[in-house]
């Protein structure tokens, strides 16, 4: 099973590539969409080498949660604590975003292993900004106290428009998340899935793990909590969380695997369903994949069925025909399938950027094909050089 990494790989690419480039800087404008919604936009100018902008955006909260000018409560505190003078706010943030902040390069270490380690921590601006609420109840426990102003029943946001509710108390912090699902087939694979997650955390291994339980009806510390949210077609996990989960380096940890905790649920079932899409179509058992993490983030992109099937192949095929012959099946190649495997998976592929524009072009102007071929002539046997 994969945990996602709370670092953005493209976030931290450009950062490197930025640094190496500081004599002959060029113009940097990115969009990037991350799994939940999450958007970031950096920028960075030639003639001001030593400055980058980020900008991120959240989705829409659910309305029991609560929100301070589009961000999680505390967010803004807890981004001026982490980053300190490596950063400013600018007031007002980037139109069509929450938060905008100025990074000064000049300001990186000296040290290359603390400039990494910088570099990041910038690229975790995701973890800081959605985890700020989260954090301030666990620091608590880890100190055996409750903060002052915290209710019964916190809820916070881990998706759009869906919450996740905290019932904190000086000795431990109860974790609990309605699990929801649109499609049938996800909600049995949900279902199934966290039953082994709940029977697999009882292995001696995990002895010292949090203690999970799965249930079909909400759990009794949910009472009070609005009807809307516990519409949960896939039952509610809990997690209790002791003071020694949260000691020191754990604390980080714990945050952004609670944050992501639906998210990694989501990409499981995903692969289960890509793994039978392919073995009924191929007729074989996997394909191989390279860069894990990044196929991880891209599969939480994509929304609906055939898509995250035909991701599957594209990701983990190092052959062009099995490409364009999974291609064939839709009827029109989406935009996201072009420009955001193009850009975010590149690296994780045995084919170079415009090789695989150039396949995906070539299926897309005959989308409306029904093909059987399985070979394509073009530069898609080239090997990934950027």
Known sequence: MILLEGPSRVL?????????????????????I??????????????????????????????????????????????????????????????????????????????E??????????????????????????????????????????????????????IPQPEKVTVVFPMRYKDSNDVVLATSFLQEFM???????????????????????????????????SGFVSFVIFPRHVEGEKLDRIV???????????YHIKVRISNNFCRSLFGCKSFSCGDTQTLARAYLIMRSYNSLAIAYVITHSCEASLIRYSLSFLEVVPEVLLW?????????????????????KSV??????KTSEHTYSGTGESEAGS
């Open 256 to 266: 952004w695997n609670l944050s992501t905790f639906y998210a990694y649920v989501s």
């Open 12 to 32: 931290q690419q450009i950062f490197q590539n930025r640094l190496k480039n500081m004599e002959k800087p060029a113009e940097v404008d990115f969009h990037l």
């Open 199 to 233: 029977e697999a955390r009882r292995s001696a291994g995990l002895s010292t793990a949090p203690p999970c339980l799965w249930a079909p009806t909400p759990p009794l510390e949910l009472k009070g909590a609005p009807a809307h949210a516990l519409d949960a077609n």
């Open 364 to 369: 897309h102007a005959h989308s409306n094909e």
């Open 34 to 111: 991350e799994f939940d919604d999450i958007r970031f936009h950096i920028q960075a100018s030639a003639k001001d080498p030593q400055h980058i902008l980020l900008s991120i955006a959240v989705p829409p909260p659910p309305p029991e949660t609560v929100f301070d000018r589009g961000l999680p409560f505390g967010a803004l505190e807890a981004v001026k604590a982490a980053y300190g003078s490596l950063i400013q706010v600018i007031e007002p943030p980037e139109s069509g975003f929450h938060l905008t902040i100025q990074i000064d390069v000049t300001k990186l270490a000296a040290n």
């Open 340 to 360: 955001s495997f193009c850009s975010s998976l590149r690296r994780s592929m045995k084919f170079n950027h415009f090789a695989l524009c150039a396949v995906f």
């Open 113 to 166: 292993a603390e400039r990494v380690q910088q570099m990041t921590k910038l690229a975790s601006l995701r973890t800081v900004v959605l985890g700020a609420p989260l954090r301030v109840i666990l620091k608590h426990l880890g100190n055996r106290t409750v903060a002052p102003d915290a209710d019964n029943l916190v809820a916070l946001m881990h998706r759009p428009k869906q919450s996740y509710f905290l």
